[in-house]
Structure formats: C-alpha cells, structure tokens
C-alpha cells in the first residue's frame, strides 16, 4: 500500500508482536499544561541495541492494568537509545503514566507504523504543519531536517496552538530557527501580551510569502478538520495531493493490524497509516462516520 | 494516607445487589482492606455520618422521604454509584408508574392513609446526580469489584455496553430465538450478566437494560411477524427495567397499537 | 497441512462406513483432538468428538433468513446438513484467549508470553466455504506484516478433513463467491459421503498417514460417479445468488446510498452476524488482573464493528449511528477486504443471514444498492 514508507524489519525484531518490552523512564520532562516529554530506554541491552524507528512511527506504552496507548515517538531518530514520547494526559493510560515517577517501569511495543517521506523531500522545499498535540509526532523529523539541512530548500514550520502557553518545546523552537527552520505560529486564543497570529492555521499557509507549491512537499499533523483545512489550501495555493503528507489516528489497539479497531477504509491506520500520502486517504476523511 | 470511606445505602429494593457484594466474599476482603466501610447496615452494626468518599446506592425513590434522604446523602458523598435496575431504572416496583396509586394502596392496606408514597419509582438519577450507574438485576459482584477497584485506581471503569448476544457467541451458546423461535431480548439488552439464560435454553429477560442505541422497533417487528403478540412483546419488556426509557417507549407503543386495534 | 504437498493425481479410493468408525481411533492414536459436528443446543455444533455416534446420524438443518431448525432426514447421513452457527475459527482464533503476561518484580515490570501449548487439531467435516473461510483468516493471522503466534501454532498443526456438501441451505450463495460447493484445496483429506460409505481424496502425506491406517478400496466409476451426482445435488440446490461484478466499486462508491438507512432500521447492531461470520477477526484486549494488580494478563476477546464503543477516539465515537457500523461491516466484508487482503472477505456460507435475530439479507442490501446506485 504505502510502500516507500513501509517499515518491514519490525516483525523480525519482535517474533511475538503481542509482548512488550520492559522500558524504564530516564527523564521526564514537563512541557505544557497536562503535557509532559518521557524519556524511556528498553532495558534489556539487546533490545535497546536493535530499536531503530522513522520519524512519524509510534509506540505501544503499556501500564499493566490500565491497558496500551499507541503513542508516537517525539525524539531523535538518531539517538534511539533515548524515546522521547509527549504525552497529553487524555485517558487511562496517560493518566497512569501521568503518575509515574523516574525510574518506574513500564510496557514497550513497537516501533510501528509508516514514517514520513524523508527521501522524497531531499532538495525541496518542506513545509510541515502541526496543530496542538500534533507537534511531537514532527518533531524527529526536524531533527533530521536539521541534521540535514544541506540537503533540502526552504523548510517552514507553522505552528498552530490554542493558546500561547500551550505552545511545546518553547526552548527549542528558537534554536530550531537558528538552524534553519522557518517558524510560523498562531494561536486560536491570545493571552495579554501576545503579539502574534490568532486564528486557524490554514491562515499562515495563505500568508506564506515566496512559497513554490511545484517545489514544496508537505506533512501535516493534528486534528483530522485542520489537516483538511490545511491540505485544502495547499491545494488552492497550487500543490497537489501527491506532495502532501498526512498522519492520521484511529483507535489503535494491537498496532499489528489483526484487531480491526482502526481501519478507515481500506486502510488500517496502524501498519498502513499512520502517515498517508494524501491522495490515498482524503476519500476516506470526507466521509463522516466511515 | 487515609482510606477512603465507603456506604451502602438502601432504597426501595430486594437487597439482591447489596447481597452481591457480601457474595464477592474474597474480593470483598481486599475491598475492605482498601477502603473504610463506614456504613453498610446489611453487613455492620457501624454506622457513621458522612462525608463519605463512596457511596452505594441500591433502590428506586418511592418515597417522600427517600426522595429527602438521597439529597442528603449526595451532599455527603464524593463518588455516588447507583447499583443495579431499581436504582439505575426505577426497578420492578416502576411497573406502577402511570396506574393508579391509590387504588393500590386501598386494594392492600387497610388503613391506607398511613403510607406515604410517590406516584412513581423513580432511578436515583431522576433526583440527583450519579457518577457512575452499575445496572443489572441483580448487579454482578465481579462489575462490582472492578468499579470499586478501578475507582481506588483512578481509572475508567470496564464495564463493557454491548449486548448480550456478544456474550452467548464467545461462550459458545447457540441462539435460543434462530434455532428454537424463543423470544429473548438479547440483541438489545447490555451486556453484564455473561448471557446467563439463554446458556440453560431461556431467552434474556433485559435484566442489564437497554443496550447502547437499541433497535426496539425492528426486534419488535420481527417478533410479532414471527407470532409474538403484541401484548406478549409489551409484557416482556416491562420486567426490571420498565423505566428504562428505551423499554418503556418500546412497550409503551405496542401498548397503544394493541388500544388502536380494539 | 501443507499445500504444497499435494499428491495430485492419487487416485479416490473408497471408505465403508465400518472403517469410517474406527478413524476416530486413528486420529486419537496420532494425537488428533477431533473437533467435528454434534448436535447440541438444538443445533449441529462443532465441538469435541470421540466417535461416530457423536455425529448427527440422520439429521439435517433447515435453515431461512433469521431461522435455523433440525429436522429428521429420512436416512443415516453422517454428514446430511450445511452449516451451523459454529465455525472452525473458534479453535483457531479462540473468543477468549491470553496473549501476554506482566509480573512485578524489584526491576520493575516483566513481560512474557502465556504458557501455553498449542492443540493439535484435526477438523473433521470442513464445507468448501469453510476452507475458503480458513485461507482467509491465513491471509489475516499469518501472511501480513505481523503473525499472530496462537494462530500460526494452531494452524500449523491442524489437519483437515473436508467433507463435500451434497445437499445446499436457502441461506447458502457458495457459488457466487466461488467458494464451492465442492472441496478444491486446502484440505488434508476430503470425503463424499454415499450412503455405504465415502468416497475420499487424499491430498498430502499428514491425510495420507490416517488414511493409510484404515482399510480401504479404490473408488470405483460407480462410487465416482455417485459421489459426483451427490455433489451435483447441492450445486442444483443453491437458489441465492449475490452478484459480485465490480462489488469493491459499486460499494465504496456508494457510502451515501439510502440503503444504508433503510437497513439500520432493522439492523439490531446485536454482533451476532460478525459472532458467527467464519472470517470475521476483530478482537479487544482487556486487563486481567490479581487483586494485588502485580500479576496481570492480557485477555483477547472477539469483538465486533458493531458495538458502539468499537470506534472510540479521543472521547468520542467515530462510528455512532447502527447506519454507519452496518455500512463498516458490509464494505469491510466485501469491498475493503479485497484492498487489503486481496480477496473478499466473504465465502458465501449464509451464517449471517440465517443468524441474524431479524433475518437480514446481505445478498439483499447489496442488490438494493445495485439496483439504484447513486
């Protein structure tokens, strides 16, 4: 289905892909309201050697007794022997590791999932769009955008939170600018002392200036309605659905595609999403209740 | 860290759930362990005022004065958890809502002026607000368990809404209506019960409620094209969950149409 | 069983119904846990075996849209009956099963898989649909990315014995899935049962091994012959079509059909076509945990598109009308199911129209929807 982001070495690393792996949180690191940054490492060293993952995929983080959560990894592909995964507190699970402290234990399956289209962006220009919560899942891609910069055009990043205090990673935005990334950012609401954009984020995307839509690939993620929004003004500023880039969320709950739980259409968002070509899943989006 | 204290409260009712609870036996050690039963007169001499952290609500408001009684004892309580179909639909006595009360009453007391009642049973929901409704007739201890546990946890609760059909198929029980033409009222009854009857060949009798988004109409039709009365469709929907608005709509609209044909 | 194995050209040879009796003894000498049809609860089941009176000895299903009965046959047919409300994905794929186990330790949590030995099966009356039904749930559990360990170690072991309809249900539409009513692969030995015995093809060395242990002749032209007429009474016997031309299509591109409300309104959204649909997969995991919440198992349990917390997400659900989960199940079952496992998901065995508690048809809905395509 999605082939160039396929990722088929999973399956080997983890013969029984309903057992997890025991990690351990290293470091935790509060962000915004209700969201914080946890640092795991597998503990057994074998397992820690062979976990590699793409920008884009997922985990499963397990609590024993409240159950899994697919959570996508939030680090630096590059430095796996840390996975970083941002987490808002939203349901059982979140709430439990919400309550964990350094050094607690906890479940690991993965990684799984497709991964964004790295190579397809090499020497273009790449704007990536995240909206609340939909920051951490590109964030190893900036990391390797930047650890990469020489090898693509203009990069953007547009930024869309609900209000300036729930913007994430406020040290390292700057330093992402400084390395080349184009910061763009709104808020929907604006605090006393906010001097920036208020509104939707499709709004910085109609007021990018110097924007080659021929040239430009694009990854979106955050709520499905913006991620509509925002595809459906790339496409009226003259990109394609081809070039654009989306990650997608259903009710994940075995990762593997055997429990049926997250299909939309004929995809099972787990192992053929959770990042699609746009194209391939806008039918889908469109239709309410699918 | 102090343990949270805990009541059970009795209303109108058989004390079937409250008994579910003694049942639970070994589970019922570890809750006690955990929490502090602070008032529970089925069980204990101890009874103490609130505040409590959890209360168990077992039985409909028939009753001026339980209609009083559960305002008080909402403000005392933290959690309040309504247990089983006469707390959570009002119960089998709700069979009299909409008949005439007074005619009951001088049908079986002798001096009925001395009772006090409502005109209706009524669920607790209908009085004041419920945190959690555990339904069933009677409740299942282990649901029981879960939700007192999941709640020291600070989880959600698994207490799963679909019907009792999902049940007979996992435990491998044949469809007593397909095979056999028994009326059951599975397909639109929630889950709760592990589809106890239709395992020694009844079909359910809706003792969890309605299911989520029930399709009453359609299981009537069917019925009735199949040989059910209307009457007999109406009858068994009004059992321990006639209140249910679901059940009550159902039977209440074959009941009209069984008045329009006469 | 392997397919690859198969000894294509061994001539049938024919089985009495004396020797028939003893292969009950011959899978138990090979470790078989016989699992094959009896009649229970008013209905022929599949469930354990240990001989041949265990069978439905004269006894057929009449079968309609929302009704299943027995009823008496006027011989001793073993094998006189379609299919009932089990099927063989119970053995493979059980309702409820434990997939993996948390222990708390000093360390922290540890992980580990349930012990568990997997059963050595041998099936015994598997119909055409049904070997349709178990390559499917092959593709689902063992050919994708990701293998499922509790089928694969089942499967693996399994041997099937196929025994080829010879009569066909009202609910049976076999034929327009092009999954029988004859048994072409994926089976270890098939049978056609004649009322002095079966005539029996043996396809790999595992059917080989038992039939080998039991007396038998090579099938005559007249025991072929009569199996071949046997079996030609059930192809004549199928009265159901559903018309699959371009079915993928005609569905996907009908997500807004009126039809689609139109069976909500009798749809009970109960699960009880997915419960006994043989392909259908989807499970939940639930937590299962000591009173000291330090040993914790993960129970997988059948789950159905139907129920209504089968869509949450992020506190809401995605599917919540009776309208969109009928349309989840019927597209998935046979549009979608070809995108993602090159086949449909459907082998035309007729269970869920029978068990349907209010007989839907969804040879019915699919011809509404041709019949004024939006």
């Known amino acids: 289905m999605n082939s160039s982001c396929a990722t088929g070495e999973t399956s080997n690393a983890q013969p029984n892909p309903w057992v997890p792996q025991t990690a351990r949180i290293r470091e935790i690191t509060p962000e915004v309201d209700n969201v914080a940054t946890y640092h795991l490492t597998l503990v057994d060293p074998a397992a820690a050697n ?24 939030s680090g630096d592909p590059d430095s796996p022997e840390t996975l970083a995964h941002t987490i808002r507190l939203a349901g059982n699970v979140t709430k439990s590791i919400s309550e964990m402290k350094v050094g607690d234990t906890l479940g690991l399956r993965g990684p799984f999932g497709t991964s964004w289209p790295l190579e397809a962006c090499k020497g273009r220009d790449v704007i990536l769009v995240a909206g609340g919560i939909g920051l951490p899942p590109l964030r190893p891609l900036i990391y390797r955008l930047l650890a990469e910069r020489q090898q693509y055009g203009r990069l953007h990043l547009l930024y869309g939170a609900r209000s300036p205090d729930m913007r994430l990673y406020t040290a390292e935005r700057s330093l992402w600018s400084e390395r080349g990334l184009e910061l763009k950012e709104t808020v929907d609401r604006s605090n006393p002392g906010w001097l920036g954009n208020v509104g939707v984020v499709p709004l910085l995307l109609e007021r990018l200036e110097s924007f080659e839509p021929k040239q ?66 806008s039918p889908y989006f469109k239709v309410e209740g699918l | 860290m102090e343990k949270p204290k805990l009541g059970v409260f009795k209303f109108a009712s058989c004390d079937g759930c409250q008994l579910s609870l003694l049942d639970a036996e070994d589970q019922l050690l570890a809750v006690a362990g955990a929490v502090d039963i602070v008032h529970f ?58 008949a005439d009360t007074d005619e009951f009453m001088r049908a079986v007391y002798a001096t009925p002026e001395y009772i006090q009642v409502l005109n209706k049973s009524t669920p607790i929901a209908e009085h004041v607000k419920v945190d959690f409704e555990l339904r069933g007739c009677p409740i299942n201890q282990y649901q029981l368990i879960e939700v007192i546990q999941s709640l020291l946890a600070g989880r959600n609760p698994r207490t799963p809404k679909h019907s009792v059909c999902l049940d007979c198929k996992r435990r491998g029980t044949v469809c007593v209506t397909v095979a056999q ?76 149409q069984i008045e329009e044909q006469n | 069983m392997s397919e690859g194995l198969q000894a294509a050209n061994a001539p049938p040879c024919f089985l009495s119904k004396e020797q028939f009796a003893k292969l009950f003894k011959v899978l138990r000498a090979l470790e078989y846990d016989v699992i094959g049809p009896t009649i229970d609860q008013e209905a022929i089941v599949y469930d354990r075996i240990s001989s041949i009176d265990d069978l439905p000895r004269g006894w057929t299903d009449i079968q309609e849209p929302g009704k299943y009965r027995l009823e008496k046959r006027n011989d001793d047919a073993l094998f006189g009956y379609v299919v009932g409300p089990h099927s063989w994905k119970q053995n493979l794929f059980p309702p409820v099963t434990t997939l993996s186990v948390a222990d708390r330790t000093d360390e922290g949590w540890q992980f580990s898989e349930p012990e568990q030995d997997a059963p050595k099966f041998a099936f015994l009356g598997v119909r055409a649909c049904e070997l349709a039904a ?27 014995i196929a025994v080829n309809c010879t009569q066909a249900a009202s609910t049976c539409f076999c034929t327009s899935m092009k999954t029988g009513p004859r048994c072409k692969a994926g089976y270890d030995l098939a049978l056609t049962e004649l009322p002095e015995g079966f005539v029996v093809e043996v396809v790999t060395p595992q059917g080989e091994a038992v039939i080998n242990a039991l007396e038998t002749q090579i ?71 000591d009173l000291t919440g330090d040993h914790v198992e ?38 979608t199911w070809i995108d993602q496992f090159g086949t449909s998901g459907c082998v035309g065995c007729g269970r869920c129209i029978t068990w349907c508690p209010v007989g839907i048809d969804l040879t019915q809905e699919v011809a509404a929807i041709r019949e004024k395509q939006t």
Not at chain 1, 242 to 271: D, Y
Not at chain 3, 268 to 284: A, D, K, Y
Not at chain 3, 308 to 324: A, E, K, P, T
């Open chain 3, 134 to 160: 178990l390559k499917i749930q092959d593709r689902v559990f063992l050919e994708g990315p990701y293998i499922d360990p509790q089928y694969q170690g089942r499967r693996n072991q399994a041997l099937v």
């Open chain 3, 219 to 289: 099938a005559t032209e007249e025991n072929q012959n009569q199996a071949e007429a046997a079996r030609q009474q059930a192809v004549d016997q199928i009265t159901r079509t559903m018309d699959t031309t371009d079915i993928r299509d005609l569905l996907m591109s009908n997500l807004e059909h009126p039809q689609w409300d139109d069976v909500a309104e009798r749809c009970l959204s109960c699960t009880n076509c997915t419960m006994v649909c043989p392909t259908c997969f989807c499970s939940s995991v639930e937590e299962v945990s």
């Open chain 3, 298 to 335: 993960r129970e997988r349990q059948w789950d159905s598109c139907f129920n209504v917390d089968f869509s949450y997400m992020n506190g809401g659900l995605v599917r919540n009308s009776i309208r969109n989960r009928y349309r989840q199940w019927m597209t998935h079952k046979l549009a």
């Open chain 1, 216 to 281: 430009t690939t694009m990854m979106i993620c955050g709520p499905e309605l913006m991620m509509r929004f925002t595809a459906r003004t790339a496409m009226q500023r003259g990109m394609t659905a081809e070039q654009i880039w989306v990650s997608t969320e259903r009710n994940m709950q075995c990762a593997v595609g055997l429990c049926g739980h997250c299909q939309l259409g004929p995809e099972f968002i787990c192992k053929d999403g959770p990042i699609f070509r746009y194209d391939q899943i």
């Open chain 1, 50 to 73: 062979a976990y590699h993952f793409q920008p884009g995929q997922f985990n499963m983080l397990y609590v024993p007794g409240a159950g899994e959560s697919a959570i996508s990894m």
């Open chain 2, 181 to 256: 033409g028994t009326a059951c009222l599975g397909p639109v009854t929630q889950s709760g019960c592990e589809a106890i009857c239709p395992s020694y060949n009844r079909g359910c009798y809706g003792c969890y409620g309605p299911a989520p988004q029930p399709n009453l109409v359609s299981l009537s039709t069917h019925s009735l094209k199949e040989g059910t009365s209307p009457a007999e469709m109406a009858h068994s929907l009004q059992n321990f969950n006639v209140h249910a608005p679901a059940f009550h709509n159902e039977s209440q609209r074959l009941t009209d």
């Open chain 2, 41 to 98: 007169p089925e069980a204990s001499s101890r009874i103490e005022s609130g505040p409590y952290d959890i209360a168990l609500i077992e039985g409909s408001i028939t009753t001026p004065h339980d209609a009083e009684r559960i305002q008080q004892i909402r403000r005392d309580s933290k959690f309040l958890m309504t247990i089983g179909a006469c707390a959570t639909a009002g119960g089998i006595q709700a069979l009299r809502n909409g």
